[in-house]
């Protein structure tokens, strides 16, 4: 756990140009794969280059891509493998620490159970070689034709038909990431069973709560979440556009957190806004600061698909002394505190430290 550095009142109503330059952690971004450009090896990898460096260009720090695999392979005539090595070439850019999550999706037009198991063990097997650079895999709730306004949710493969990628993931201690934006409590349970190490878009966890006189309490499943802290990975931007929730101030990420819930803010979609435009709106709808965002950042990280070492690093040196430059000595909690009354005056150059103060 790491407390948040006391905010000097100053930067209490962080104006557009803060937030703006906040160090930012995005846990899964689609890759935004666009034909033309994938012709060949190289051209994927600036593709991917490219969407880094955007992500740099917004303050993120540290970037978990979700690349269809198999798409990105056939639109540039490459293997699995070969697409995957492209890819990972495209990630090294100075100054963010980004990998690549190998993704599945199980909409129609996506990959089938014997697609996905293929992908997985090539995932496994690119992380034991370089796990800098492959954080995991994502088995994704859309992919192909699938139409992203909320049309063909029936159409989802379901997860269990999925249950041999994720042994194949477990059995390769490779990490995985289950979206379940389009699922209700029930399709949550099954990716917490079948093993995922991070939920995504998890809107429907709200299907299980129940309301008494006392307020909202998690039921079976979400009380199970949340009491394991399993992270649960929210794009609240993405998702209102694409249906999970009908606007912004409807999104269920505030009450998650109230009820105890470890939740992070991605992107999922650049194009539907970058992680400043995701904060500036958490701030404007529901009234976020710099605790928030701090917060988030830090459970972001935390539940990040690097080694604990790597984490503790990026908190020592990226997020902590960010914040840190926005507290002030008097308001952190860190600073001297006097313990008496002459120390007090002592700090403070009095010439009376001395005087009983009776």
């Known amino acids: ?83 995957l090595d492209a890819v990972t070439a495209g990630l090294e850019v100075d100054g963010i620490d980004a990998r690549a999550l190998v993704a599945a999706h199980r909409g129609p037009g996506g990959q089938n159970p014997e ?34 306004e909320g049309d063909g949710v029936a159409d989802l493969r379901p997860l269990g038909d999925y249950a041999a990628t994720l042994e194949a993931l477990r059995a390769g201690w490779t990490p995985v990431v289950v979206a379940v934006g389009r699922g209700d409590s029930a399709d949550i349970a099954e990716a917490v069973q079948l093993g995922a190490t991070r939920l995504a878009h998890a809107t429907g966890m709200i299907d ?3 309301a008494d006189i006392a307020g909202i309490n998690p039921g079976k499943v979400s009380g199970w979440v949340r009491d394991r802290h399993l992270a649960v990975d929210t794009a609240p931007l993405w998702e209102v ?37 995701a904060f500036f709106a958490l701030q404007e709808t529901f009234g976020y600061g710099l605790e928030e965002f701090f917060d988030l950042t830090v459970k972001a990280v935390e539940n990040s698909f690097m080694n604990q070492e790597e984490r503790q690093q990026v908190l020592d040196t990226e997020i902590l002394p960010a914040y840190e430059e926005l507290s002030e000595a008097e308001y952190n909690e860190d600073a001297a505190v006097p313990d008496t009354a002459a120390d007090a005056a002592a700090a403070s150059g009095s010439d009376e430290a001395g005087d009983d103060f009776s």
Not at 16 to 45: H, M, N, Y
Not at 262 to 275: L, R
């Open 241 to 277: 556009a694409r249906g999970d929730a009908p606007e912004l101030k409807d999104h269920i990420l505030p009450l998650l957190q109230q009820l105890g819930f470890t939740c992070t803010v991605g992107t999922g979609a650049p194009a539907d806004g970058t992680a400043t435009e």
């Open 1 to 83: 756990m790491h407390d948040s550095p006391a905010i000097s009142p100053d930067y209490k109503d962080a104006a557009g140009g803060t937030i703006a330059s906040l160090p930012k952690v995005i846990l899964r971004e689609d890759f935004a794969l666009d034909k033309a450009q994938g012709a060949s090896a190289s051209e994927l990898s600036n593709a991917v280059r490219a969407q880094v460096n955007a992500a740099h260009a917004d303050h993120v720090m540290y970037l978990e891509l979700a690349v269809n695999l198999q798409e990105a392979a056939a639109a540039a005539g490459l293997e699995p493998r070969e697409a």
């Open 115 to 148: 697609q996905a198991l293929e992908l997985a063990r090539l995932t496994a097997e690119a992380r034991e070689r370089n796990a800098a650079l492959v954080a995991g895999f994502a088995l994704l709730d859309g992919g192909g034709d699938y139409d992203a």
């Open 208 to 210: 299980d709560f129940t």
